[in-house]
């Protein structure tokens, strides 16, 4: 069987990632669409604004056959532990193809950067100690680097810089190091740039679309017809959710880890822990000047609300350490097609982990983490363990 797997996180899911979906399914000539998809908290370092059943359905209801989650300890990494973690949980289900979004769909030149990446050579180390320690970000300090090692023009710097360029290229090293059989299926992006926060494009991105929901426009235009309704009962009913409503208990939790907890987080280097702990006494009630206390062009405000969100969830390096050197533990399945169903018994024969749909038929400690990042992620409303609850979602 051919199954053509997708890493996302649908935040919310709209009309592009509709066209990425049946362009997937197409170009892989795919029996079947997998998708990977991060559950409460997302990879910029924030909540989703929809539960993941909601967007379970969303993807379900718009050409998805069957939606993984992908847990936290995956999904609140950099770019390069994100694309890990989905392309080894594609992997473990059997998974022929990975299809993903990008803004230079050339997968040779794409490719190139990708080996330079995973091998790094030694004139590419020193390039990018260079840039590194002129106290640069180190994605330019990345890009800087690859443009004086591969004499790369400036087009093709910027091209390596560009969001969704970023993450092919660590599916691609992904793919090298994991799952040499899973064979790459670029597409390249259509609509608003994924930064882009207007809704001047019926293909906007999931910024613009955030940023609209909160100003209360209707996203009618914006969203399949399928997933409209799902999104706008959440709406109705306040069950979105935004950074600063976790801001109380981001606090708390940093006070109880003090200096020495922080510097255990993941992404804390370099002191960092110093800086968090002093702008927390300076910061203790406004979460946005707290974390514009922190930033700087080496720590981006992502990195910063990654590490406020592993915070709060307890998830630490030595966590992220061991779910990145081991193989899947458990595959987690949110949801999937009636027509499909046959689908889980082909995938329970390829998987060598169990494949299970609430929390209670295992115990697991990267489970327990994400069962306590859904329970945080749901304080608002007072609704806790629905891991053990929720049945899966057949559409």
């Not at 990195?303 to 987690?332: D, H």
Request: charged letters at 25%; proline letters at 4%; glycine letters at 6%.
């Amino acid at each position: 069987m051919k199954i053509c797997g997708i890493i996302a996180e649908y935040d919310p899911f709209h009309l592009g990632h509709a066209y990425h979906l049946d362009a997937a399914r197409k170009s892989s000539g795919a029996d079947a669409v997998a998708v990977a998809m991060s559950a409460s908290f997302v990879q910029r370092g924030y909540p989703a604004m929809f539960d993941k059943w909601t967007r379970a359905k969303c993807a379900l209801a718009s050409g998805a056959d069957i939606v993984f989650e992908l847990s936290a300890l995956g999904s609140l990494q950099s770019a390069e532990g994100f694309a890990s973690a989905g392309v080894k949980l594609l992997n473990e289900i059997g998974a022929t193809s990975l299809s993903f979004g990008c803004e230079t769909p050339d997968i040779t030149f794409l490719s190139s950067v990708a080996d330079v990446l995973i091998n790094e050579p030694e004139n590419y180390r020193a390039y990018l100690k260079e840039s590194l320690s002129a106290g640069h970000s180190f994605v330019k300090s990345r890009g800087e680097a690859l443009k004086k090692y591969l004499s790369l023009d400036s087009d093709k710097v910027s091209a390596i810089n560009k969001p969704n360029n970023i993450l092919a290229i660590e599916y691609l090293k992904a793919i090298k190091r994991y799952a040499p059989t899973l064979s790459p299926l670029p597409i390249k992006r259509k609509g608003s740039g994924y930064h882009e926060n207007s809704l001047s494009d019926k293909l906007a991105s999931a910024s613009a679309i955030r940023k609209g929901i909160l100003a209360n426009s209707d996203i009618l235009s914006y969203v399949p017809k399928a997933c409209y309704e799902l999104l706008k009962e959440q709406i109705d009913l306040g069950n979105i959710r935004v950074l600063n409503d976790f801001s109380e208990s981001i606090f708390n939790s940093l006070i109880k880890l003090n200096k020495e907890g922080i510097a255990l987080l993941p992404d804390v280097s370099e002191g960092l822990e110093n800086k968090i702990f002093s702008s927390l006494k300076s910061h203790p009630n406004d979460l946005d000047e707290f974390i514009n206390a922190i930033k700087s062009s080496r720590y981006t405000k992502t990195r910063i609300n990654r590490i406020l969100i592993n915070a709060l969830i307890g998830i630490t390096k030595e966590a992220i350490l061991k779910f990145n050197q081991s193989p899947p533990q458990y595959i987690k399945v949110l949801g999937i097609k009636k027509a499909s169903k046959h689908l889980l018994s082909y995938i329970s024969k390829k998987a060598s982990c169990p494949i299970i749909y609430s929390a209670s038929n295992i115990k697991n400690e990267f489970l327990d983490l994400d069962i306590l990042a859904t329970n945080l992620y749901l304080l608002k409303s007072k609704t806790f363990n629905r891991d053990y609850t929720e049945r899966l979602i057949e559409v």
